[in-house]
């Protein structure tokens, strides 16, 4: 069984940074799209960025020009740089995927990682 193991989360100052990395373990025929969201506490899972197969980016308005997601084979990262507290959430990696030739694609969800931003 495929499964999104998630890394890079903790504590950092704000204007600090962080990098967060998603990995595919097992099998995996295409993957689609690769993103990144996020959940604060009390508030609604939202997408913050997104790549497709064919590398366009997508940006939710509150990260644009401080984070930056890159895709290579079955990894997603997402570069986090002038961190402010209320970028402060679980962060979920999220891949839509095809595991065998002439299915339709699926979605995966890692396990989620917090990124606190306090000094």
């Known amino acids: 069984q495929v499964q999104l193991v998630e890394s890079g989360g903790g504590l950092v100052q704000p204007g600090g940074s962080l990098r967060l990395s998603c990995a595919a373990s097992?099998?995996?025929?295409?993957?689609?799209?690769m993103g990144w969201y996020r959940q604060a506490p009390g508030k609604e899972r939202e997408l913050v960025a997104a790549?497709?197969?064919?590398?366009s980016t997508n940006y939710a308005d509150f990260v644009k020009g401080r984070f930056t997601i890159s895709r290579e084979n079955a990894k997603v990262s997402l570069q986090m740089n002038s961190l402010k507290a209320e970028d402060t959430a679980v962060y979920y990696c999220?891949?839509?995927?095809?595991?065998?030739?002439?299915?339709?694609?699926?979605?995966?969800w890692g396990q989620g990682t917090l990124v606190t931003v306090s000094s």
């Open positions: 999220n891949f839509r995927a095809v595991f065998r030739p002439g299915y339709n694609p699926r979605e995966l």
């Open positions: 097992g099998t995996i025929f295409s993957i689609n799209d």
């Open positions: 790549v497709s197969s064919g590398g």
